[in-house]
């Protein structure tokens, strides 16, 4: 009797898809607050839909925001500035509600009035960090293809390659796993794409697949791998047009596509002190360096926090069985040693100054994933020599 292949799949959404619009406005309007004010204290929410954006949210800081502009540019650099798309950064409404943040809130953050007399957490919660052996970047597979798919296409429509294609996509990479877990054929790729309404599908569908070989490993594909390609027909109206779009909705596919668990806090948007983002970091750092040390095949990491609190209330280690038995004999000797080289990195200040967080480098996270990008600094190894 035949056993049926373990499946897993994990999508992406392009720059131009209506949440990632959102996200990358918001994330602008936080690096040009840290860019003129390190010390700025950031949540900013967008939404976007039919020519209209609107930012709103809580800012302390000592620069000046256009935050008009900000939004305008981030729209045009994604490549809606044209009305025929349907949506243009010369021509869309921006309003803002913005306010300052709560004192209350400001109270438990800030070194000098936290209980702990440093900084303290932005808020409780829980964060979780992931790593595995599926690719050189130590993310899983599906997320992490499914991301380069849409860079390459995104790359292919800005310089005139597919001069056709427009600004939002998705897609969909179901990946066939034996029973260690390692990916061994991709199933199904599934991309649904943007375009104008004067190319044919056969063009259309020929520039996805190409694209899609070109960036997918050549011995992953095969001639049983199912392609559904803009699977229901014509996709012309798109963006902020066709669907509205909201900072932070997209926490799935901005981590790992659903194979590492997830806390429930979205990141852009949000400046460092917001653990929801820099735990977040900080714990793929700290699970990438378990896999990379040859501790585990997989990794995950929980911490947790109290609002006003430096130290994590909890951390936990989970390895799912693949635990190199020759170092730790269990999980939780793994999270002793963890938390014994790592503690003192997961307070909110040293995860700041460890990464260097109070730069603006936040907006180029903002689409097409936050890890398995060497660019970042969450993602060195910079302490791998010493464990």
């Not at 949440?19 to 900013?44: E, F, G, M, N, T």
């Not at 585990?296 to 038995?325: H, K, M, W």
Request: net charge negative; aromatic share 8%.
């Amino acid at each position: 009797m035949s056993q049926e292949p373990r499946l897993f799949t994990s999508e992406s959404v392009s720059e131009g898809h209506p949440d990632k619009v959102c996200d990358q406005i918001s994330d602008a309007v936080l690096d040009a607050a840290l860019a003129a004010d390190p010390k700025s204290r950031v949540a900013c929410e967008t939404l976007t839909s039919r020519g209209l954006v609107v930012c709103a949210g809580e800012i302390t800081t000592e620069a000046y925001i256009d935050v008009q502009t900000l939004a305008r540019e981030v729209i045009a650099d994604i490549g809606y500035n044209d009305p025929s798309i349907g949506f243009d950064a010369n021509s869309c409404a921006v309003l803002t509600a913005i306010g300052e943040q709560s004192p209350d809130i400001a109270l438990g953050v800030d070194a000098h009035t936290s209980q702990s007399k440093e900084q303290g957490a932005g808020d409780q919660g829980m964060m979780f960090g992931y790593a595995c052996r599926e690719t050189d970047s130590l993310m899983p597979f599906p997320i992490h293809y499914s991301h380069r798919i849409l860079e390459a296409l995104a790359a292919a429509r800005k310089s005139g390659r597919y001069s056709f294609l427009r600004p939002d996509s998705k897609s969909q990479l179901t990946v066939e796993y034996d029973e260690n877990q390692n990916p061994t054929r991709i199933n199904t790729v599934v991309i649904s794409h943007q375009h104008s309404d004067n190319v044919s599908d056969a063009d259309l569908h020929a520039a996805l697949r190409t694209v899609a070989e070109e960036t997918l490993p050549a011995e992953m594909l095969d001639s049983q791998t199912r392609w559904f390609l803009n699977p229901t027909g014509r996709f012309v109206e798109g963006g902020p047009k066709a669907d509205a779009g909201l900072t932070g909705r997209k926490i799935i596919v901005d981590t790992y596509g659903g194979m590492g668990r997830h806390g429930g806090g979205a990141f852009s948007g949000k400046d460092p002190s917001k653990v929801d983002r820099s735990a977040a970091y900080a714990s793929r750092w700290v699970a990438k360096h378990v896999v990379a040390k040859q501790w585990a095949e997989r990794c995950e990491v929980q911490v947790a926090y109290a609002i006003g609190i430096a130290e994590p209330v909890s951390i936990r280690c989970d390895s799912f069985g693949t635990l190199n038995r020759d170092v730790f004999k269990s999980d939780n000797e793994l999270t002793d040693k963890v938390r014994a080289h790592f503690g003192s990195f997961l307070r909110p200040a040293a995860i700041e100054e460890t990464f260097q967080l109070r730069r603006p480098i936040y907006r180029k996270t903002a689409a097409y994933g936050h890890f398995g990008r060497d660019e970042f600094p969450w993602e060195q190894l910079s302490q791998l020599d010493s464990l």
